[in-house]
Every structure is written in C-alpha cells, then in structure tokens.
C-alpha cells in the first residue's frame, strides 16, 4: 500500500515537473522547421552501407532472461532463467504495515514474496542500501517518468522475477483505548495459499527482519535480512490434516491425511486428535468416529461428531481469516455429550431462534469473538433501519468464528409437524457468557433484544 502512495508521489511530482515548464523552448517542428535542407545531391542507393548483423551475443541480449510458467488455478509458479543470465535468485519474505482509515474495528500487516534475479558480483543489501534514491527519484521526475515495481530493483542492477501478495493479517483494535496485552488481542489472518515456487536453478530465501515491504527498505536503505531455509517462516495453509490414532500402548498408529486425498477425513475406532489447517480453505468434512475425539477445524469445515455416544472435544481457538470471512467459518454437528471449547476470553454464544416464515423455524448457535458485547443494534443503524447478520457482526466489531445448527420446527403442514431440534452440545470457555435472540430471517433491527441466558 504504502508503494503504491510512494509511486502515485513519484507521479504527482512528475506532472508538476512537466506543468511547470516555462515554455521557452520552442517546439521541436518549429526547430525542424528553421533548418534548412541540404543542397548537395544524396548519395546513390548503392553507396549505402548495409546494417551491420547482430553478433550473436548482440541477439541474446534481447532475449529474456527468464520466462514464468503459473498454474491458473493453484498459482504455483515455475521459473526457468536462461542459460546465458548470471546471477542467483533470491526470494524475501516480507510482511509491511496496512492502514485501514475507513475501517474502526481493525488494523493489518500485509504478507508478501519477492523473487529476484541478482548478479553474482552484486551484495543485494549493499546495493540497496548504498544507493542514491533521491537523485533515482528526482532524475525520473526530470524526464517525467513514473518508475514501475520492477525499475526500482533494475536500478541497482538487479532483476524482478515475480511478486507475490499473499494476504494480511488483522488486529482487532481497542474500544475507548482501553489497552490490551498480547494475551487479550485476536488477529485473523486472510491469507493467501502460498504458492509453490520451483526453478531450474537454486533458489535462496530470506526473511526480511523489518515488518516492512522490501521494495520499501530498499527505497529507505534500510534493508535487513536473515537467510532462512525455506518459506516456512510465512503463511502456509498447505500443511496436512493429521490423525493421530492411539491404539495400544505398544502399538500406537498414526496417519497423515491431506485434503487432495479427499473431501472426507474419517476418525478411526480409537480416541483421534484431528487437525485441520486453520488457513486452508479448503472444504473438508470431518467424522470423528469413535472414541474420544478432539478436533480442530479450518475454513469451509464440517464437524460431526455426533455420530456416537462418545464425548468429543472441538477446539475453538482465534481462526485466521474469519474476521473477513463470515460464510466460511465451520459448522460444527454435535451431540449434548460433546464439548465445545472456546479459546477465545473475549467470547459470546448467542442462540437464535429465525422465523423463516410459511411456517417453518430454524435454530442455530453461533460462537462469536467480540471486544465487548455492549453494542446494540439501535446504535449501528436509524430508527426504521435493519442490518443483515454479517452487517451487524462488522458495524459491532463482532466476528462470527463458528455455527452449530441446532434443527428446525417445519409447521407449513399442522396436520404432518417435523421437529428436527436436538440438544445443544456443551459450550465451554464463552467468556462473556451467553445470550439469545429471535430474528425474522436472518435480520437484526433496531429493536432486536439480545437476552442474557444464565448459565449452569
């Protein structure tokens, strides 16, 4: 973002330089125009020398230095650098800061992935650090040129391969600056798969060890990095679903699913602990079978543990990505023997009760993180207006983390009633206690009332 600000100054400063010509200088056709045209006869055609043939490391120059192939779908990325180009590539991961003015509820830190193609003569950090980027900045204003992403870096004789925007992560903020320590604080992280970079050369990777973009360091000298092994040390949903499946004591069994083996992760006769990737989105249903099972989801997930007698344990913790993400956060079946742990202190149930109309009800609970439940419907929205759920969740600074449906009463035929209401499972860990509402679909108007419900 703040590139994005730097580069549209670069422009700005660029048009003024151009408006501010003083006009002095004559056009050049009226120059053309004063010159007079020689009177001497031109040589014959016969006398022209040809245009020299391009030697052949003349051609190569005007060929790519490396060319990229993308998959469309999962963006990984192949990079095939030329033979004839030197140098070495090299990828920093960087995260930077996000300023969100119109938004009151949060703040967020921007992640980010950097592939270079640098000279082997060339130290990356001394180039960019050692620079003259205001006489760069000021030479392109002269000649009213707006540099590119990829300008800056070929400014010190380097090559930008490819960049990546791989989502941000959000930190709620405080109500009436009330402070909260690093416990208290919820961050939600919308990020992007990151993708799968391989290259026909070895790629080396770094962690930027500012919390800001590269391209900003470079432009600020103050670049910094750590090699690191790999792209661990960012967001990456890919990791596998494990289940781990205890049998005896001298035998123990584990096995290590991944959602491409299947949309279905299926617990075994014996008490699993199953783990879904918080940041993978993809959708996945998850049976704990048998035993005691403790399972924690990620987005788009179906949880069903009550499909036995068994008490299951489903972990809610601070999920990335739900603060943004209010239709894929996981919907969780369970029985009243199940346990519903609520990581989260600053944390509500609320039950609702939504008249569908024609008759029919649904029930359904939804577990919420919120600074504080103290902000009701009638202060987000006029007298006579209404608000969807979602709407009232981000006007309140509320986030939706989890749904558990709790059945429905369909009376559209009062001779042949269907009740499908089941007990709700136990909700431990709500910090903020419980409450219950009654919607006309899914709609919270001003006079909707939030009703405490007492607890144990």
Known sequence: MFTIIGLMMVASLAAMAIIGDDGDSPPEEEIQQDVPEPESDPEPESALEPEPEL???????????????????????????????QGRLMAFLETGE???FGDPCSSAEYFGL???????????????????????????????????????FA?????LVQQWDLGERSFLEPFMWEFLDDDDQIQFVD????????????????????????????????????????????????????SFSQGTDNSPET?????DEGDVVMGSEFADVIVHPQVDTTAITIIGGAGEDTITAGLNDTIITNDDTDADLINIDTFPGFAQRYDEVPVIRAGPEDVIDIDPINSIVISYEIDRGAGVTDYVHHI?????????PDQVMGPGGSLSLAQYYNAACMHLLAVVPGGSVDLSDPANPIDTRVAPPQFQGAGLGMYSAVLQGETVTPSTVFQPVPVG
């Open 191 to 242: 990020g992007d798969r990151m993708p799968e970079i391989t290259a026909n050369r070895d790629i080396e990777w770094f962690e930027l060890t500012d919390d800001r973009e590269l391209l900003y360091q470079m432009i600020t000298n103050s670049v910094v990095s750590e090699q690191v092994e790999g792209p661990e040390g960012i967001v990456d949903p890919r990791t596998s679903v494990e």
């Open 368 to 376: 919420i993180y919120t600074l504080g439940f103290d902000v009701t």
């Open 155 to 159: 400014a010190i004789g380097v090559e």
């Open 55 to 85: 030697e052949p490391e003349e051609r190569s120059e005007a060929q790519p230095l490396f060319t990229l192939q993308t998959d469309p779908v999962t963006g990984d990325t192949n990079v095939t650098v030329a033979p004839e180009a």
């Open 114 to 152: 950097t592939l270079v193609l640098v000279p082997e003569d060339v130290d990356f950090e001394a180039a960019a650090n050692g620079f003259d980027w205001q006489s760069f900045r000021d030479a392109n204003i002269a000649a009213g040129i707006t540099p590119d992403r990829a300008d800056f």
């Open 98 to 100: 996000i300023n969100r």
């Open 255 to 259: 096995v290590f699913l991944t959602p």
